[in-house]
């Protein structure tokens, strides 16, 4: 299984980005995808999941402001994060969580200029 995340770069507050993931690869229909962050100096915390049936957890910072879907058709996984806010500025991570298994795609930089 191999994950391409796209759609990070520089943005002002208070703006927008997209993040996709492709997924390839041998992808069971039973899925678990989602999106963590790490920030310099930082752990690597949640940002959102979305389970192949659509359910979907967030993390406390990101509730209201970031929303996760994805085309299972496609095996893509989007987020379109609005009201960006400069600590939201981290690398942020695409996975893949199947048959007690875990991918991660290569990480793509976003950061919010304040």
């Known amino acids: 299984v191999q994950l391409q995340a796209s759609g990070g770069g520089l943005v002002q507050a208070g703006g927008s980005l997209r993040l996709s993931c492709a997924a390839s690869?041998?992808?069971?229909?039973?899925?678990?995808m989602g999106w963590y962050r790490q920030a310099p100096g930082k752990q690597r915390e949640l940002v959102a999941a979305?389970?192949?049936?659509?359910?979907?957890v967030y993390g406390d910072s990101v509730k209201g402001r970031f929303t996760i879907s994805r085309d299972n058709a496609a095996n893509t996984l989007y987020l379109q994060m609005n009201s960006l806010k400069p600590e939201d500025t981290a690398v942020y991570y695409c996975?893949?969580?199947?048959?007690?298994?875990?991918?991660w795609g290569q990480g793509t930089q976003v950061t919010v200029s304040s």
């Open positions: 979305i389970t192949d049936g659509g359910s979907t």
């Open positions: 690869g041998s992808i069971f229909r039973i899925n678990v």
């Open positions: 996975y893949l969580g199947v048959r007690g298994s875990t991918y």
